[in-house]
């Protein structure tokens, strides 16, 4: 039973560019949630992805968009990167189909973004 | 917005000894959800909690569901080398979405 995977592991981008980040869902799930997680703090909510749009965003600027696919699986794009994008950033998927609801959100190893 | 204060930030403990770490909140959530976290990796659910005063364990792990719904405790009991990383408490809100509210996490520290 194959897992939350992400894509990729690390990256490093330069000030003011773009990148697109990967995520697979847990084989069964079909909602996506993505985080950031800044070194030593928390995950912090950016949106979550459910029948190919998006449900809800948290505090995040229109910098950060996102994209689920047929297949549930789901790209995270940053524009304008600034320094402060620096961080984890975080998939988890979990089940919000009619009748069968997991609240359990399970996560992939993330993908580290260094801005310079 | 929501916020979990999660506490201690930090714990030393000797192996064998139990760990008590506990999270609160200013809002109501409907589900409380604990994760372990290491270093490179992304967090890994430990227990899901799901009714108000609801006890839950896993293995060595307990946590429990405050009866206000604005609280969780965490508890390991006889530590061991392995539990070392950072612990987080979610709270769940669910309001259209399922979002994930996180505490600051609890590093824990094992000296064998």
Redesign the interface.
Known sequence: DAG?TQSPTHLIKTRGQQVTLRCSPKSGHD?V?W?QQALG?????IF?Y?EEEE??R??FPDRFSGHQFPNYSSELNVNALLLGDSALY?C?S?L?GTGLVS????????TRLTVT | GQQLNQSPQSMFIQEGEDVSMNCTSSSIFNTWLWYKQEPGEGPVLLIALYKAGELTSNGRLTAQFGITRKDSFLNISASIPSDVGIYFCAGLWVQGAQKLVFGQGTRLTINP
């Open positions: 939350v909602t949630s985080y703090q928390g995950p912090q909510f979550q459910y449900r809800q948290g505090n975080l988890a979990s919000a609240y359990e959100q399970y996560f992939g190893p993330g």
